[in-house]
């Protein structure tokens, strides 16, 4: 059983930065886990933001370049680094663990995620 628990979000400013953490009760993506972050407003599905997979990094064309996801192995966490905040980035943001999957699609489907934490929430104003 993969247990995650976010943490980090926040208010802030438009171009302000913020970490967001995962912490992952087994060893993240290492061996046989993707960690990935999503992110939700209401009334709205939930929307990949990032995976690690194994040494691999996906990301959505919406974040790219802004946002970074990376892993500390030593303390079993993911981070999700968020750099030049917009207002439409405001959602609760929610990291999610998958067994390694063989088609990268499936990364970028909130169903194919068996591993959800609380979600933590960031809001950003302009």
């Known amino acids: 059983q993969v247990q995650l628990v976010e943490s980090g979000g926040a208010s802030v400013q438009a171009g302000d930065s913020l970490r967001l953490s995962c912490a992952v009760s087994?060893?993240?993506?290492?061996?046989?886990?993707?960690v990935a972050w999503f992110r939700q407003t209401p009334g709205k599905e939930r929307e990949f933001v990032a995976v690690?997979?194994?040494?691999?990094?996906y990301y959505a064309d919406s974040i790219k370049g802004r946002f970074t996801i990376s892993k500390d192995n030593d303390k079993n966490t993911v981070y999700l680094q968020m750099n030049v905040l917009k207002p439409e980035d405001t959602a609760d943001y929610y990291c999610?663990?998958?067994?390694?999957?063989?088609?990268?699609?499936?990364?970028?489907?909130?169903?194919?995620?068996?591993?959800w934490g609380q979600g933590t929430q960031v809001t950003v104003s302009s």
């Open positions: 999610a663990a998958t067994p390694l999957l063989s088609n990268y699609y499936g990364y970028l489907r909130a169903t194919s995620y068996g591993y």
């Open positions: 087994e060893r993240p993506s290492n061996y046989y886990y993707a």
């Open positions: 690690l997979a194994w040494n691999d990094r």
